[in-house]
T-cell receptor, first 114, second 113 residues
Framework: IAGITQAPTSQILAAGRRMTLRCTQD?????MYWYRQDLGLGLRLIHY???????GKGEVPDGYSVSRANTDDFPLTLASAVPSQTSVYFC?????????????FGPGTRLLVL | DQQVKQNSPSLSVQEGRISILNCDYT??????FLWYKKYPAEGPTFLIS?????DKNEDGRFTVFLNKSAKHLSLHIVPSQPGDSAVYFC????????????FGKGTKLTVNP
């Protein structure tokens, strides 16, 4: 593994079903993030974690939950999917070095909720 | 209320010419700015950044200019190449690092051969 991996690559999901999007990084970054990208809306932060064991809400957290049991993994769960959660989901990580670093993104998960 | 605005959804330029992508922000607490490039079916990749203590940062063909008084930044690509065709996102952070970035909606750049 090099960088950030996300799984699955794409998924079609029936409304009301539960779904967990997986994200793993091997860079030992402290911070991890989940974004959704929708046409015309750019990237919007769903949840974030500055370090293992802590999480926080972003701009659009409703309907999503996250956990950070260790440094490398940051799964995103949709407890009961709705069609408005159809989107492309990106996981990112950052070492949190001031003024020096940036966020590194995974390849994305394309989710269609019917 | 959109704190980071990219008012041009798309831009088309000829190969070899300059591409100028613009970004405006409203939050005066932002002090670190980044540009990301995104190809279809891939995640965004970091391109270039600038802190508020500077007004210009260069990296090869890419230059970012920051005008704090106008709350405006721009990305210049010279010369533009067809491989530069992508969506470009402007992002800003209020804490000097990369955490809690606020992204613009993106500008789709097309460089025509």
């Amino acid at each position: 593994i090099a960088g950030i991996t996300q799984a699955p690559t794409s998924q079609i999901l029936a409304a009301g079903r539960r779904m967990t999007l997986r994200c793993t990084q091997d860079m030992r970054h402290n911070a991890m993030y989940w974004y959704r990208q929708d046409l015309g809306l750019g990237l919007r932060l769903i949840h974030y974690s500055n370090t293992a064991g802590t999480t926080g809400k972003g701009e659009v957290p409703d309907g999503y939950s996250v956990s950070r049991a260790n440094t490398d993994d940051f799964p995103l769960t949709l407890a009961s999917a709705v069609p408005s959660q159809t989107s492309v989901y990106f996981c990112a990580s950052s070492p949190l070095d001031r003024y020096k670093e940036t966020q590194y993104f995974g390849p994305g998960t394309r989710l269609l909720v019917l | 209320d959109q704190q980071v605005k990219q008012n041009s959804p798309s831009l088309s330029v000829q190969e070899g010419r300059i591409s100028i992508l613009n970004c405006d922000y409203t939050n005066s607490m932002f002090d670190y700015f980044l540009w990301y490039k995104k190809y279809p079916a891939e995640g965004p990749t970091f391109l270039i950044s600038i802190s508020s203590i500077k007004d210009k940062n260069e990296d090869g063909r890419f230059t970012v200019f920051l005008n704090k008084s106008a709350k405006h930044l721009s990305l210049h690509i010279v010369p533009s190449q067809p491989g530069d065709s992508a969506v470009y996102f402007c992002a800003a952070s209020p804490q000097g690092g990369s955490e809690k970035l606020v992204f613009g909606k993106g500008t789709k750049l097309t460089v025509n051969p």
